[in-house]
C-alpha cells in the first residue's frame, strides 16, 4: 500500500511536494505503519523505483530467454513494453525519468545501477541480435552504457512533448538506432 501510495504521490505531486502524511493518507494508513517499514521519504522513493526497475528488468529477461523469439523481434517487443509502461501510467514516467534525480547520494547511486543494469540488458540484446560482435570488445566499450543513455533520453523527450508520437513510432525509430549501432558494431568489434 506504501509504495502504491508513493507511486502515486511521487508520480503526480512530485517528490519534493510530497509529505509523509500525504504518502499515509493515500495508503489508508497512519504514520505509525510508515515508520515501521522506512526511516523516511527518500526509503520510499527508493522502494517504488527499485520496483519499477526490477519489473522492467525482470519482463525483459523472460524475452530476451524465449528461445522462440527472434533476436530482432526480441529486442522491438522489449522496447514495446519499456515505453508503453510510460504512456499507460505516466506515474512511472515522471518518478523514474526525473524525480529520482537529484535527490540525494543515495538515490543517485540507485539511479546508477539501474543504468549500468540497463546497459547491461543492451549489451545482452546486441549479443543476441548480432552474433558477431566480440563480447569482449563490447564488455570493454562505453557504448552501451550511450545505448542506455539515449533510451532514457528518447523517453524524457516523449513524456515532456505529452506523448504526443505514437508508442509505435517510439519503438521503430528507437530499433532503427539499435539496428545501426548493432552493425556499426559487427564491423568494428567482429570475432576473430
Not at 506504501?2 to 508520480?11: D, K, N, Q, S, T
Not at 524465449?66 to 513494453?81: K, M
Request: with cysteine.
Amino acid at each position: 500500500k506504501l509504495i502504491e501510495a508513493g507511486l502515486e504521490a511521487f508520480g503526480t505531486k512530485g517528490y519534493a511536494k510530497t509529505n509523509i502524511k500525504t504518502i499515509c493518507s493515500l495508503a489508508g494508513l497512519t504514520e505509525r505503519y510508515f515508520y515501521e517499514s522506512f526511516k523516511h521519504k527518500e526509503d520510499l522513493l527508493c522502494a517504488v523505483y527499485r520496483e519499477m526497475i526490477d519489473e522492467e528488468r525482470n519482463h525483459a529477461l523472460s524475452i530476451l530467454e524465449d528461445t522462440g523469439i527472434d533476436p530482432l523481434e526480441a529486442a522491438t517487443q522489449s522496447l514495446r513494453v519499456f515505453f508503453n509502461r510510460f504512456l499507460q501510467d505516466p506515474r512511472r514516467a515522471r518518478v523514474q525519468l526525473f524525480e529520482v534525480l537529484g535527490v540525494s547520494a543515495g538515490i543517485d547511486k540507485e539511479y546508477q545501477t539501474a543504468m549500468r543494469m540497463l546497459a547491461d540488458m543492451l549489451k545482452l540484446y546486441l549479443y543476441r541480435s548480432f552474433p558477431r560482435i566480440s563480447p569482449d570488445a563490447l564488455n570493454s566499450s562505453i557504448i552501451p552504457t550511450g545505448l542506455a543513455g539515449s533510451m532514457i533520453q528518447i523517453a524524457n523527450e516523449w513524456m515532456l512533448d505529452s506523448f504526443r508520437m505514437p508508442v509505435e513510432e517510439i519503438v521503430t525509430q528507437a530499433m532503427d538506432f539499435f539496428m545501426a549501432l548493432g552493425r556499426h558494431l559487427e564491423i568494428t568489434m567482429k570475432t576473430s
